[in-house]
């Protein structure tokens, strides 16, 4: 079982706030507000996304590259680590 499917309910979840927050924007701009609120909506509707960007990828490395709580090898566990937490500090 893929770990999408798995995880389907919670990642649906945020997709549907995601699609809150891009139809927050499009009410904004319809209403003509100002362009600072409307670039904070825009911040925060990305900041959701590369939330959901970095979950999927970090699932993607421990679900088919190497989990590194299961990896027997302690460099490849400890890089499969390192790589984790780049790509969470680079997503943030």
Do not use: F, W
């Amino acid at each position: 079982m893929s770990h999408t499917v798995k995880d389907k309910t919670k990642l649906l979840a945020r997709v549907r706030r995601i699609k809150g927050q891009a139809e927050a924007v499009e009410r904004a701009l319809q209403a003509e507000i100002g362009c600072t609120d409307v670039l904070m909506l825009v911040a925060s509707m990305r900041g959701a996304i590369n939330g959901l960007t970095a979950e999927l990828m970090e699932d993607h490395i421990r679900h088919h590259v190497v989990n590194p709580a299961t990896e027997t090898d302690p460099d490849r566990a400890r890089g499969a680590t390192e790589l984790i937490e780049v790509v969470r500090t680079y997503l943030k």
